[in-house]
């Protein structure tokens, strides 16, 4: 007896003809929601200011006397705790005294500059943000001690740095953010090379901030992609960055070792990049470092002395956050430690 077979070959052309069908249909959406993931970020690239605002640029007749106060807000690890009971009472941190620390350090920029830097027409002023705004969770001892959990740190402070922003544009007519991430508002537990922005939460809060004030002209923002951001105020070329890339640092050159090293380096990077700059501005090491002749400027903590550092037996510094002005003729000048930390104040 004779089969016919010809009924079952076209079943089988019929299912291969699906198979690839549906091949090209899984091809196709891949396609299409990688162009969507695509707009997506040009979108955002696009929505946020990559290039400072054009009084920050512009050149200035020298018998005007223009200037640009800038801060760097930076390591200020808002909600992490330290006891002074752990650490010889050289040092407190919480959230009350983090908020007094904040209101000081904006208090005493704008009295610096209307009261102490005479004589000048301000054009606004340049808030740099080195990173490690928040602790994060990124240790246990981290996540058992904070003052509360991450996603309620940032409901809390964004709105605080909502008002100091306001206040500062208020002030000075205008206010600049550029911003830069830290290694303590990562979401994983070890530090990420890809998408390294987008995996911190800093990342989020700046984004939300930068939305708040979408309305008003007074505020820009410089949020970039990577790890660094390029800002120019008049001549100076700023490349501000967090810190954390540079390890190492012991004897008495302690960390100028691994920060030069590094500075080398970027500025290599920054030349094959054809995005060359003239000082690195940078957080994390927790000491302020004022080195312009070296290309190097390294904030200090809002947080302060704390348990890493005492046990580390590293050299003692007061909470301090550093500022300084931009004029169009000398660039740089005027250095200013501003010292944050009050214990009488602070009661503790």
Known sequence: MSVDLSEFDEAEADRKADSEAQRNLR???AERDDLR????VTGRMLERDLKPPKWMATRRKRSDHHATPTLLLTDTHFDEVVLPEQIDW???YNRPIAEMRLTKTIDTSIELAREY???LTYDGFLLLHGGDAFTGTIHQELRETNEAPL??????????LASCITRLADEFGAVHNAVTFGN???LSVKPVMKNRAWDNIEWLMFTHLAKYFAGDKRITWQIPDAADCHVQSYDTRYLLTHGDQFRGGSGIAGALSPLMLGAVRKSRRALAASSPYDLLVMGHWHQHLWIPSKGLIVGGTMKGYDEYAYLGNLDYELANQAMWLSTPEHGVTFPVQVVVQDREKEGW
């Open 27 to 29: 091809r196709v959406v």
């Open 37 to 40: 993931r695509r707009l997506a």
């Open 90 to 92: 050289l040092n407190a």
């Open 117 to 119: 830097f005479t004589g």
């Open 151 to 160: 996603l309620k740190s940032i409901d809390h402070w964004e709105n605080l």
């Open 184 to 186: 303590h508002g990562r």
